[in-house]
């Protein structure tokens, strides 16, 4: 009932920067979270960013100064603005949308998972 598509990622050298977006459509009434996970090989998944609806966010503190997540509700679309990248960043990058449908029945749903690499 809810189609996710998630575009943005890429090759990059260390330093450099890419943005993703990820695109909710569907029977939505309301997203309340937006989010991207991340699991390197050999680490553990983690929470990379998060956005409420009312704009609050969080943050790994791996990624603090150097990545913004950003959302446009009435797009029902997030974007990770990820700059100053490391090698350690490289991993595949999951949205996942928290969507209350027009019944008010609530679910999630995820993205893709578009390949960042980091790399010289």
């Known amino acids: 009932q809810v189609r996710v598509v998630e575009s943005g990622g890429g090759l990059v050298q260390p330093g450099g920067s890419l943005r993703l977006s990820c695109a909710a459509s569907g029977n939505i009434f309301r997203i309340n979270v937006m989010g991207w996970y991340r699991q390197p090989p050999g680490k553990e998944r983690e929470l990379v960013a998060a956005i409420a609806r009312s704009g609050g966010t969080n943050y790994a503190d791996s990624v603090k100064g150097r990545f913004t997540i950003s959302r446009d509700n009435a797009k029902n679309t997030g974007y990770l603005q990820m700059n100053s990248l490391k090698p350690e960043d490289a991993a595949g990058y999951y949205c996942?949308?928290?969507?209350?449908?027009?019944?008010?029945?609530?679910?999630?749903?995820w993205g893709q998972g578009p390949q960042v690499t980091v790399s010289s």
């Open positions: 996942n949308t928290q969507v209350v449908g027009t019944l008010g029945r609530a679910d999630s749903y």
